[in-house]
């Protein structure tokens, strides 16, 4: 199994600019979520899933949409880049059987000038 | 909401030392408890996890007991390596309902030195 995997691994873009960043698991599980790590603020939830065709927000959504069309794929879209979006970002991936323990993608290093 | 405090560091330490890294939380129902460790440069991996009260949670030498009473699960190893430095992250995840998130500790950096 390849796990959880994230590309890019490293993007600059321009304010304004958008783009999808990409998420994938081989694990049949049914939930994923989008977080963004920035210095001495933890990690914070974009957006989540619970299985293809359901979304909602975390605490941190806006800027940012997502969808699930299947249970292996995640992507994250930046509609409008901007500087405050600069951030690393992980995907993750769970299921119920594990109590929710999740797996976590190698992360996308994002600069936006 | 669900919340999660965790001590504040950063927190050094000479190798063999007895470490304790403090963790509470605020949640509603029966959350799962989690601690992740992210060495430099890499992305998360789970540590341990205790999914009910009194679990007690263990690998690699660090454990964490799932306490209801107290609302915390402090992260202890009796014996630390310079490969411990990392950033430790409490977690709690809640289900069910419109609560199907996971919450994150802000981290703890910890440093070991020889």
């Known amino acids: 199994n390849a796990g959880v995997t994230q590309t890019p691994k490293f993007q600059v873009l321009k304010t304004g600019q958008s783009m999808t960043l990409q998420c994938a698991q081989d694990?049949?599980?049914?939930?994923m979520s989008w977080y963004r790590q920035d210095p001495g603020m933890g990690l914070r939830l974009i957006h989540y899933s619970v299985g293809a065709g359901i979304t909602d927000q975390g605490e941190v959504p806006n800027g940012y949409n997502v969808s699930r069309s299947t249970t292996e794929d995640f992507p994250l879209r930046l509609l409008s880049a901007a500087p405050s979006q600069t951030s690393v970002y992980f995907c993750a991936s769970s299921w119920a059987g594990s109590g929710y323990e999740q797996y976590f993608g190698p992360g996308t290093r994002l600069t936006v000038t | 909401g669900n919340s999660v405090t965790q001590m504040e560091g950063p927190v050094t330490l000479s190798e063999e030392a007895f470490l304790t890294i403090n963790c509470t939380y605020t949640?509603?129902?029966?959350?799962?408890l989690f601690w992740y460790v992210q060495y430099p440069g890499e992305g998360l991996q789970l540590l341990l996890k205790a999914t009910k009260a009194d679990d007690k949670g263990s690998n690699k030498g660090f454990e964490a007991t799932y306490r209801k009473e107290t609302t915390s699960f402090h992260l202890e190893k009796g014996s630390v390596q310079v490969s411990d430095s990392a950033v430790y992250f409490c977690a709690l995840f809640n289900s069910g309902g419109s609560n199907y998130k996971l919450t994150f500790g802000k981290g703890t950096l910890l440093t070991v030195n020889p």
């Open positions: 949640a509603t129902g029966y959350p799962s």
């Open positions: 694990m049949n599980h049914e939930y």
